[in-house]
T-cell receptor, first 109, second 115 residues
Framework: GQNIDQPTEMTATEGAIVQINCTYQ??????LFWYQQHAGEAPTFLSY????GLEEKGRFSSFLSRSKGYSYLLLKELQMKDSASYLC??????????FGSGTRLSIRP | DARVTQTPRHKVTEMGQEVTMRCQPI?????VFWYRQTMMQGLELLAY????????DSGMPKDRFSAEMPDATLATLKIQPSEPRDSAVYFC?????????????FGSGTRLTVV
């Protein structure tokens, strides 16, 4: 079966750091995506990890451990505009992209 | 900026009516996905195509939903007959070869309300 788990909600403070975890069990694995989705809008691409390790892209970093079926998205120097849902998605067999339910992140001043 | 175009943006229809949603993928993208998003279920994969051929539509209720790509510039998702439980936002996403590096691009979605 296919299973992708993320926390439903998280809250963090402006200027702080937050880590959003994602665990997965899928039939086949090519890579893992992170998307950001603001309320009422379409998801937008943040990152794609294929190999184990940390990839940094400005204030956002994404980590992958294929052996553990685990990834996290790290957001630094949080800004109010980072309030959004963050979606973990697995690129599984035949490049079928399956999304987790998303983590709704709220930033407080 | 290249974009995925979905029409209509909003649709309100009565139960039992046919609904057709359209998607124009980005030129050159050969993979097209259809997703449905609700508050309860998140983003559910309904169907996807590569080079216009359907690869998987196991997420779709076959008795009422159908998805096609009549040509490389158009993907359609049809519901007949529609039911209130079909109310959701339907997203189309497209990607080209090696799309992992840049991700799949989503359209703005069609917000469907069935009354």
């Amino acid at each position: 079966g296919q299973n992708i788990d993320q926390p439903t909600e998280m809250t963090a403070t402006e200027g702080a750091i937050v880590q959003i975890n994602c665990t997965y069990q899928t039939s086949g694995f090519n890579g893992l995506f992170w998307y950001q989705q603001h309320a009422g809008e379409a998801p937008t691409f943040l990152s794609y990890n294929v190999l184990d390790g940390l990839e940094e892209k400005g204030r956002f970093s994404s980590f992958l451990s294929r052996s553990k079926g685990y990834s996290y998205l790290l957001l630094k120097e949080l800004q109010m505009k980072d309030s959004a849902s963050y979606l973990c998605a697995v690129d599984s067999s035949a490049s079928k992209i399956i999304f987790g339910s998303g983590t709704r992140l709220s930033i407080r001043p | 900026d290249a974009r995925v175009t979905q029409t209509p943006r909003h649709k309100v229809t009565e139960m039992g009516q046919e609904v057709t949603m359209r998607c124009q993928p980005i030129l050159g993208h050969n993979t097209v996905f259809w997703y449905r998003q609700t508050m309860m279920q998140g983003l559910e994969l309904l169907a996807y195509f590569r080079n216009r051929a359907p690869l998987d539509d196991s997420g779709m209720p076959k008795d009422r939903f159908s998805a096609e790509m009549p040509d490389a510039t158009l993907a359609t998702l049809k519901i007949q007959p529609s039911e209130p439980r079909d109310s959701a936002v339907y997203f189309c996403a497209s990607g080209g070869p090696g799309q992992g590096a840049t991700g799949y691009t989503f359209g703005s979605g069609t917000r469907l309300t069935v009354v």
